[in-house]
């Protein structure tokens, strides 16, 4: 039972450099979500799918596209990387609210 | 909005008690507690719906003043297992969206 898979682990991107952060969980959960973490911000949310299909703006959506391929995948997309997008990228996935995220183990994106 | 967690972190000697607050400017719909360790993903430690109720389990405990709009995260006798950085989320307005802003977090040291 893997859960909440991401990839990659790590990155490094020179800034305008763009790329996808993939997400699939195995749980046959409805909603998905990307949060991004900084130090001292906590977590912030940036885009989050409540069921395939649909999509939503979060917290801090600039800068960033999603894709909800199916019921087990949500993509993460920097069109152009930043500095100010260097952090790390949780993706989190959920069946009812009630029973709390799983998260998966995170990707540390470092934009240069 | 971002809720608001005090302390932002204390150290304690194992069998110490804490308490970690959250508060919120917004009316809240529930409030979610959520432990993570150094270089790990977030944990879910339990949810509190709007209804003023209190929810524990081990030594692990939470409240929920909905008037208030405050949780607190009491933490009893505490082992050095607790040590790491809890995060509260909450979840504003009155319908159960999924969609959860979570508080910069509080980071909590425990020593022998």
């Known amino acids: 039972n893997a859960g909440v898979t991401q990839t990659p682990k790590f990155q490094v991107l020179k800034t305008g450099q763009s790329m996808t952060l993939q997400c699939a969980q195995d749980?046959?959960?409805?909603?998905m979500y990307w949060y991004r973490q900084d130090p001292g911000m906590g977590l912030r949310l940036i885009y989050y799918?409540?069921?395939?299909?649909?999509?939503d703006k979060g917290e801090v959506p600039n800068g960033y596209n999603v894709s909800r391929l199916n019921k087990r995948e949500f993509s993460l997309r920097l069109e152009s990387a930043a500095p100010s997008q260097t952090s790390v990228y949780f993706c989190?996935?959920?069946?009812?609210?009630?029973?709390?995220?799983?998260f998966g183990s995170g990707t540390r994106l470092t934009v240069v | 909005q971002q809720p608001v967690q005090s302390p932002q972190a204390v150290i304690l000697r194992e069998g110490e008690d804490a308490v970690i607050n959250c508060s919120s400017s917004?009316?809240?719909?529930?409030v979610h507690w959520y432990r993570q360790k150094h270089g790990e993903a977030p944990v879910f430690l339990m949810i509190l719906l709007k209804g003023g109720e209190q929810k524990g389990h081990d030594k692990i405990s939470a409240s929920f003043n909905e008037k208030k709009q405050q949780s607190s995260l009491y933490l009893t006798a505490s082992q050095l297992s607790y040590s790491g950085t809890y995060f509260c989320g909450t979840e504003n307005g009155s319908s159960n969206t999924g969609k959860l802003i979570f508080g910069q977090g509080t980071t909590l040291q425990v020593k022998p």
């Open positions: 989190a996935s959920s069946v009812r609210v009630a029973l709390g995220y799983t």
């Open positions: 749980m046959n959960h409805n909603s």
């Open positions: 799918s409540a069921s395939e299909g649909t999509t």
């Open positions: 917004k009316a809240l719909y529930s």
